[in-house]
């Protein structure tokens, strides 16, 4: 992988994220890899100002959590509005003389219907297209150690004292 360089961000040669003409050190199927290599870097007093670890190969994953049904999305509605008001009801609460009850009881209210109204628009807005909740993420699938290219011999000698710390290029 190669990130663009002369971009006009810091002068000729640097990258968006600050390291001049940087190079692969060492590319890795998991993070925690990748930063066990940087750390053993680290440890052996190496400049690690001048590394990076980039993700690549970026997959967006997607849990189902859960079947949605038109109860479940007006309960969350209702909760998520009501959190709401009262937020906002604590605010007014600040800056008036009146009842503090008073104020958060309306707001609490209003802000439950409002909710209330506000999810069911948006799930009949689906049409039955999306009848689950789901929580998503883009993870990458592989981590690649770049170094600036000043040190990245002295890297690459430090790097191929950890056991496993370089992992053999040609391998699938």
């Known amino acids: 992988m190669s990130i663009p ?9 640097r990258s968006p994220l600050g390291l001049d003409f940087p190079q692969s050190l060492a590319v890795y199927e998991d993070y925690a890899a990748a930063q066990k290599a ?3 870097l680290s ?22 959590t859960g079947r949605l049904s038109t109860g479940k999305v ?19 609460g600040l800056f008036t003389e009146e009842g ?4 958060l009881l309306s707001t609490v209210i209003f802000g439950a219907l409002f909710g209330l109204i506000w ?13 689950f909740s ?6 990458a699938t592989r981590y690649e150690v770049l170094v600036e290219h000043k040190v990245a011999a002295q890297a690459r000698e430090l790097l191929g004292e950890l056991p496993g710390g370089r992992p053999d290029p040609f391998a699938s």
């Open 100 to 103: 503090l009850t008073r104020i």
């Open 5 to 13: 360089t002369g971009n006009g961000l810091g002068g000729p040669g």
């Open 134 to 139: 789901s929580v998503a993420q883009i993870v």
């Open 43 to 64: 440890d052996r007093k190496f400049p690690v100002e001048h590394c990076m670890i980039v993700g690549t190969d970026l997959k967006r994953v997607e849990r189902i």
């Open 38 to 40: 940087v750390d053993f």
């Open 74 to 92: 007006a309960l969350s509605g209702v909760l998520s509005g009501a959190w709401l008001g009262l937020f906002v009801g604590l605010l007014f």
């Open 119 to 131: 999810a069911l628009a948006g799930y009949a807005a689906t049409r039955g297209r999306r009848d």
